[in-house]
């Protein structure tokens, strides 16, 4: 899944759970179980070069307001919001640790068992399904 879904994720469980490490463990837990939706991604080189930026910026920069906008709209949740996205989005940020040279091979079994669980589809109806699920997530925090 894009990273903001997975962020959405986080920062609705954060604002809804007031326990910041329960507010982890759910963004965390999330994070496979969205992965395992059919969904589309985009590739991630194995070497990121500066013009990569370009294709992944809308997915670095909406989740970062994303982000803002909740802590502004549910202030005493800042903790819980944050852990709840660190939880959300620290699966994808571990399968970095294949450009690291000793992480690399300590989180080999994490970064095959999340690649495992993708189910990526192609891109409009792999777009759809998360766009479709961030709607559903937001009429479920109005309620
Ligand atoms: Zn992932």
Redesign the pocket.
Known sequence: ?LLLA?TLTGAVIGAKVSSPWLSFALGFTS?FL??AIPHWNYPVPQRIHIRDFIVFWPDLTAPALLVLAFIALHPSALLAICFGVTGSIL??IL?LTRHHVSLKRIFAPFRKF?EKI?HEIPFTPGVLVQIAYMLVLLALLRL
Request: charged share 20%.
């Open positions: 899944m997975h994070h969205l992965d699966p994808d399968t999340h993708q």
